[in-house]
């Protein structure tokens, strides 16, 4: 089970999925591998989940590490609270 408080997120994995979509899904996108997408998942979720998280981010190289659902919504609210904002014109 992957330990979200010390994990250091890829930003542009973390902005491929809106932080909407991650908190419907309890699926926080990690990084990006060689092509591989490492996204942590619920411990105990469907496999329509993976296909969700396939069509959000738009590739079928997917890689779930599991992590308990309370661990996963509090780092979503951590990490895309944090980002940047993008400058409005």
Same mark, same amino acid.
């Given at each position: &089970? @992957?330990?979200?408080? /010390?994990?250091?997120?890829?930003?542009?994995?973390?902005?491929? &999925?809106?932080? #909407?979509?991650?908190?419907?899904?309890?699926?926080? %996108?990690?990084?990006?591998?060689?092509? *591989?997408? @490492? *996204?942590? *998942? %619920?411990?105990?979720?469907?496999?329509?989940?993976?296909?969700?998280?396939? !069509?959000?981010?738009? /590739?079928?190289?997917?890689?779930? *590490?599991? #992590? !308990?659902?309370?661990?996963?919504?509090?780092?979503?609210?951590?990490?895309?609270? /944090?980002?940047?904002?993008?400058?409005?014109?």
């Amino acid at each position: &089970m @992957i330990d979200l408080n /010390t994990l250091h997120l890829d930003p542009a994995a973390l902005g491929l &999925m809106p932080k #909407s979509s991650a908190l419907e899904l309890s699926a926080l %996108p990690i990084s990006n591998q060689n092509g *591989v997408y @490492i *996204v942590a *998942v %619920p411990e105990i979720f469907r496999d329509q989940l993976l296909d969700d998280i396939q !069509s959000i981010l738009g /590739t079928k190289q997917i890689k779930p *590490v599991p #992590s !308990s659902r309370d661990n996963i919504v509090a780092a979503i609210h951590r990490f895309y609270d /944090t980002r940047p904002k993008p400058k409005s014109k």
